[in-house]
């Protein structure tokens, strides 16, 4: 059998219109499931807490196209420059990090799947039975 080499997915946001945020973009890393879940707090230690989240969403940023809004220099892309940021912007960018983790460890299901048999609920007949059957 052939193995099987997995990359951690990429996480890529990107606000559209008409969010407040909109042109903003930035990639970050996936999490191993054991951080995913101490980011949900379900895991072995509780990091559930809002600024744990953003520590952790700060070091998992790869790249963004932010820039200062003084200079227009391109800001770094470092866990300093994120703490420095505006709060409702990394919360918002947290946000769609973690929703995007969430995505990432579900995965949308397919309509078109035909791996397996339709549900017993679905087959069973919602009609009353006739008096004839019934007694």
Known sequence: MAGYRHQRKRINVKFEEPHPYAGFEAVLRGKDLAGFLDLQGIGEVDKSSLGEQLREMSRSLISWNLEDEDTGD??????????????????????????????????????????????????????????????
């Open 74 to 135: 391109p800001v770094p892309v470092t866990p300093e420059a994120v703490m420095g940021q505006d709060q409702h912007l990394m919360i918002a960018l947290a946000t769609a990090w973690m929703d995007g983790l969430v995505g990432a460890i579900k995965g949308p299901l397919e309509t078109s799947s035909t791996d397996g048999q339709p549900s017993l609920e679905a087959s069973l007949p919602m009609e009353p039975l006739s008096e004839s059957l019934a007694s």
